[in-house]
């Protein structure tokens, strides 16, 4: 059974007082299997959001279906096994962290020791116990983002849907971030995951979907979208100038042709990081 | 990461209207909305500098009127400014997305919300009523001082009537259902207000159609005297009157506090009557805001 299973969904806007609708998402069918991180990219106004708001029924479809472990997303029970991060989400200011979880995980309903073990145990995992009782309208944006990821989790999901989980995040706590992820990716959660942040997509998906004007134009795994089937990539260490050179005699007359050499590159934001550390 | 699964889904859990009820309650709380209770408070106390020129009477009549018209007014002001920015204010900070993507049906947010409304508006009604009774009896004492000191020469019988006099003027039973249908109004308002902003675009827009229902709910009795005596009245105004009626309710049928403060006595049956149909109107209004609130897009 798939985590999500997205079939010719359709969602048309009317706007008001015009003849005129908007097509947000036309004919999507895409399926995200457990375990998986799944990225769905494209553009801004190319329909991820509203794809995302269906799958958690909170925007109906004009046609087609969402499921959510084989229950319809339309019934409040598929909500069950979900956790919803927003974009630049805001939550309550006037709740501690502590508070906020308290508060999520009375919803869903979870109650008395339970509750208690279960929040602190989540503002472990995101790093903000010594934040745990101050309130949320003095957390920093990575913070905010950090306390959103520990109330998706906080009934033990078996799907995170994530939209822009970085935005507005420096690239330590970005980094931070993903690192989550990747630890929710171990744990077996599946992850649907909304990102203008290529590289950092890149790094975390399993599969991805590019939609856009709301339609879905490439879905595959990452690793077959985007290598480049005919050319071979060889990263040496150590490598002498007498070995280069004999490397490019046995290319010559093998026929294959160079197309670049260079020395490889770190990251912007592993320099970044790197000058930033607290150890420098 | 060893952790309890949640209970399973229930169609109605009234822990989670709790939650969100005691929820809302805090997040008003911490608005610091109570602070219009100080207000109350030194009206109360400031009004009693108009008073000494009047008889005992007089006073307590006044001090009735100042405190139960403050007091209505009060609960009305909070139950629409308070409710006005609830639901769009979590529309805004997206607050909501992150409610409704959890297991919770959208008719256990709205009551829970009202719920948390109608708790506040009840703290707020018991908390004024105590400042009331306070400077009442705080009036009284006062008055039957100035009558011990004034009764001079009188035999003590003459006197025990005199205070008799003070005290049966001061506190009668009657307030009590004066003060609950305060409440009542206060709580239907709440629900109206609940049900504009489900489909406001924003909490001004919710304000100023809830103050202008209110004023409308006020005429309409004067408007429905005025246009159904007069025998000229087409059929066309009599239908409109009649919509209004059945849509709005009629405000003025809640204030029965005018009449205990003019020393009528309310019976029973109207008491229960007029706080049935304030109970009627409120969950309509709920019901109302279910229906719209289920097939918004969020």
New interface residues.
């Given amino acids: 059974m798939s985590a999500i299973s997205i079939k010719n969904l359709t969602k048309v806007?009317p706007i008001p007082l015009r003849r005129e609708r908007i097509v947000a998402v036309r004919n999507l069918s895409l399926d995200v299997e457990p375990g998986q991180v799944y990225g769905l990219l494209g553009p801004n106004g190319s329909g991820k959001s509203t794809t995302m708001?269906i799958v958690?029924?909170?925007?109906?479809p004009s046609a087609g279906s969402t499921h959510i472990f084989g229950r319809d997303s339309r019934e409040?029970?598929s909500?069950?096994e979900?956790?919803?991060?927003?974009?630049?989400?805001?939550?309550?200011k006037?709740?501690t962290g502590v508070e906020t979880l308290h508060?999520?995980g009375?919803?869903?309903?979870?109650?008395g020791a339970?509750l208690r073990?279960?929040a602190a145990?989540l503002l472990n995992?995101v790093g903000l116990e010594s934040a745990a009782d101050r309130r949320l309208g003095g957390y920093s944006k990575g913070m905010l983002q950090r306390i959103?990821l520990a109330?998706?989790l906080i009934?033990?999901p078996r799907l995170l849907?994530l939209d822009e989980p970085t935005a507005g995040v420096d690239p330590a706590g970005s980094r931070e971030i993903r690192d989550l992820i990747l630890d929710f990716k171990k744990?077996g959660i599946t992850v649907l995951l909304c990102s203008h942040l290529l590289s950092q997509v890149q790094e975390i998906c399993d599969r991805i979907g590019i939609l856009h004007k709301g339609v879905l134009v490439r879905e595959g795994q990452l690793n077959d979208l985007i290598s480049i089937e005919n050319q071979t990539e060889l990263i040496l260490e150590g490598a002498t100038p007498e070995v280069l050179a004999q490397i490019h005699a046995l290319l010559d007359q093998s026929g294959a042709h160079v197309l670049a050499e260079r020395r490889p590159q770190t990251t912007l934001e592993k320099f970044f990081l790197e000058v930033t550390s607290p150890k420098n | 990461m060893d952790s309890p699964s949640p209970a399973k889904h229930v169609f109605f859990s009234p822990a989670r209207v709790w939650a969100i009820a005691t929820n809302t309650l805090l997040e008003l709380f911490r608005l610091k909305v109570f602070y219009f209770l100080l207000i109350f408070a030194l009206l109360l106390i400031g009004s009693s500098a108009f008073m000494i020129e009047f008889n005992f009477q007089e006073q307590f009549q006044l001090l009735k009127d100042v405190s139960l018209g403050s007091m209505s007014i009060f609960t009305w002001l909070l139950s629409v400014l308070a409710t006005a920015m609830l639901i769009p204010k979590d529309i805004e900070d997206r607050t909501l997305y992150t409610i409704l993507a959890k297991p919770v049906p959208r008719f256990e947010y709205l009551i829970g919300k009202l719920l948390g409304i109608l708790l506040l508006l009840l703290i707020s009604t018991i908390v004024m009523s105590v400042i009331f009774v306070l400077a009442l009896y705080g009036r009284q004492q006062y008055v039957l001082a100035e009558t011990m000191r004034g009764s001079v020469g009188m035999t003590p019988d003459q006197i025990q009537e005199n205070l008799r006099e003070v005290r049966n003027a001061t506190f009668t039973w009657s307030l009590i259902p004066g003060i609950i249908m305060i409440y009542i109004k206060a709580a239907l308002c709440a629900s109206l207000t609940l049900f504009i902003s489900t489909f406001a675009s924003s909490s001004i827009f919710t304000i100023m159609v809830s103050v202008a229902i209110y004023f409308i709910g006020h005429l309409q009795g004067i408007a429905r005297d005025y246009w159904l005596g007069s025998a000229t009245t087409g059929a066309l105004p009599r239908v409109f009157l009649a919509l209004v009626a059945l849509i709005f309710p009629d405000f003025q049928l809640f204030n029965l506090v005018d009449d205990i403060v003019a020393g009528n006595s309310i019976s029973l049956i109207l008491f229960a009557k007029t706080a049935a149909l304030g109970g009627l109107y409120t969950f309509i209004y709920l019901l109302v805001s279910y229906f719209v609130f289920a097939s918004k897009e969020l």
């Fill in positions: 806007f708001k958690l029924g909170l925007v109906s409040v029970e909500r069950e979900v956790g919803f991060l927003p974009e630049n989400p805001y939550f309550y006037f709740l508060f999520y009375k919803i869903c309903g979870l109650h339970k073990d279960r145990e995992l959103g109330q998706a009934q033990q849907v744990r």
